[in-house]
């Protein structure tokens, strides 16, 4: 099933920028700047208030001929904004560039091959082989029967279009009975790992001058790099240090009803958050009636948030909102709505202990594929235990981090501390010596699980460097996979972005275009991304 999106300068279908000389120029291409607002602060009139406009203005503004030229004008000049980003993308030896074709070929056992767009033009004809290298290593071969045997992968749009943004494309499900049918019978063999528990102190303390919290304990140094020694049984940090079990007294805590649901034994749950009051909690769509029997959606909320849905009558006694569960969560840990954000998206299986699968998709994101459908595509159809999409035009930790210091993501100086850190621990730019692995720059608004010690070791080291470093996960994604990957035979489907936008829509932004004789200049106020239709 297909998706709108609002579009961006680049591919969805992922291009591979020229990393070295991006790094090397210490130029990287900045966007519009963002307008965070919260869509239910835009939306609902009451959370801000709006300074008034001089008595001059409201006279000119009801002049229907004024009106219309400033539109105009205001729209000539995001146009002519656009086609300057657009020729400075395309022309700037320093900016981000592509490095030979894109190289788009069939679907082969199931996955999409990106390595012609690591190789250069030059060296396309005699890596010709090079290009069977299939995005995940573990991907199954599909039995010629198979209904997404022969399933072929399009060409991307032309490049001398003008919306060029991020777009989703076709992705072969199977029928939803079929799918269900393809489920494992039992879980998969974790590599090495076999026995997983963690560390538990009441009263922890912070003993070395790093980041941390009291929520995630404060492990130091050498516990950190301990934890990534892959041994058969192992105990490491992984949030919720304080009490008897996660949500009681631990910070990040249940309501006594919801601890006793939470341990209920599921096949799959798709989970989400709302923290802050920052989204409008989106409705599935396209969701079959065997999956609203039998897999339960949950959503975490803050206290703030649940007020804010009880005033505006969204929340009754029930807890549920649709296909939702809610659960409101007391004692947040963190000051920061992002950061307490990552506690359900990373640590989901120490939340529910007795689950086999999980999806898990952010609060801005409405799903509009059947879970089963999604988990036999991108895990069980893959031999996957854990698969994110990677981010639709970045490829390299470096860019990345250049990319969120020029956005105003998080502290610049918090943001270069976390990685000269990784520097020093061996984490390089992203090259073709990398191959099979497509990219160290997930898009993590999608976590695809399941629930067994490797993966679920794999998020707990990755929330533990969110907790000790800056909350921007896509940083610290790579070196905590790379450093699992070096001790045990694991790896994890990557898929293109574009894939993922054909199963989560983005719905909270808020828009709007100027009418034009031949093309419709758009933006997106929640975001600050532009993109023309004609």
């Not at 993501?409 to 621990?425: A, G, H, L, P």
Request: glycine content about 6%.
């Amino acid at each position: 099933m297909n998706g709108g999106s609002l579009g961006l300068r680049t591919g969805s279908y992922g291009l591979l920028q020229n990393i070295n000389r991006a790094i090397a120029g210490g130029e990287i291409s900045k966007s519009l700047s963002n307008v965070r607002k919260s869509s239910t602060k835009m939306l609902s009139g009451i959370r801000e208030k709006e300074r008034p406009l001089p008595n001059a203005w409201y006279r000119y503004i009801g002049c229907r001929k004024f009106s219309m030229l400033l539109l105009i004008a205001f729209a000539l000049l995001v146009f002519a904004l656009g086609s300057f980003v657009v020729n400075k993308d395309s022309t700037s030896p320093n900016v981000l560039q592509r490095i030979g074709t894109l190289g788009i070929v069939p679907y082969v056992n199931g996955g999409h091959h990106e390595a012609s767009q690591i190789l250069g033009e030059k060296d396309k004809k005699k890596d010709e082989n090079r290009f069977q290298i299939p995005a995940f290593k573990g991907a199954s071969v599909l039995p010629f029967h198979h209904p997404c045997a022969n399933f072929t992968f399009p060409p991307p749009p032309p490049p001398t279009r003008r919306r060029l943004g991020p777009r989703p494309c076709p992705v072969c499900y199977l029928p939803v009975d079929q799918a269900i049918a393809s489920m494992p019978s039992s879980s998969s063999a974790s590599p090495v790992l076999h026995n997983l528990t963690y560390v538990l102190n009441e009263n922890p303390i912070k003993s070395e001058p790093h980041g941390g919290s009291d929520f995630g304990g404060y492990p130091s140094l050498k516990q950190r790099n301990d934890s990534f020694d892959i041994k058969e049984s192992m105990a490491v940090h992984c949030g919720f240090v304080k009490g008897s079990k996660p949500g009681h007294g631990t910070g990040f805590d249940f309501d006594e009803s919801d601890l006793a649901e939470l341990q209920q034994f599921h096949d799959i749950i798709v989970a989400s958050a709302i923290f802050g009051n920052y989204d409008i909690i989106q409705h599935p769509q396209n969701i079959s009636e065997e999956a609203k029997k039998n897999i339960p959606f949950y959503m975490f909320v803050d206290e703030e948030t649940e007020a804010f849905m009880k005033n505006r009558s969204i929340l009754s006694s029930s807890k549920r909102v649709g296909l939702w569960r809610i659960v409101v969560i007391h004692n947040v840990p963190y000051s920061d709505a992002r950061r307490n954000g990552k506690v359900p998206k990373l640590l989901l299986h120490r939340i529910f202990p007795n689950v086999r699968y999980s999806i898990w998709i952010d609060g801005k994101l409405q799903l509009v594929v059947d879970p089963y459908q999604v988990l036999e595509r991108f895990l069980w159809r893959q031999n996957a235990n854990f698969a994110i999409s990677r981010h639709y035009r970045r490829f390299d930790v470096f860019v990345e981090a250049e990319a969120n210091k020029a956005a105003g993501k998080y502290d610049n100086s918090s943001i270069d501390e976390q990685v000269d850190f990784y520097k020093k621990e061996g984490l390089t730019p992203y090259s073709e010596a990398k191959l099979p692995i497509t990219s160290d720059v997930p898009e993590g608004c999608v976590l695809i699980k399941e629930h067994i010690p490797i993966t679920n070791l794999f998020t707990c080291l990755w929330f533990n460097e969110v907790d000790r470093f800056t909350s921007r996960d896509q940083l610290s994604f790579a070196i905590v996979r790379d450093k699992i990957m070096t001790k045990v035979d694991w790896s994890i489907n990557m898929f293109l972005d574009c894939e993922r936008r054909n199963f989560v829509i983005q719905r909270d932004s808020i828009g709007f275009c100027w009418i034009l004789p031949t093309f419709f200049p758009c933006i997106c106020l929640d975001c600050g991304i532009y993109w023309f239709d004609g």
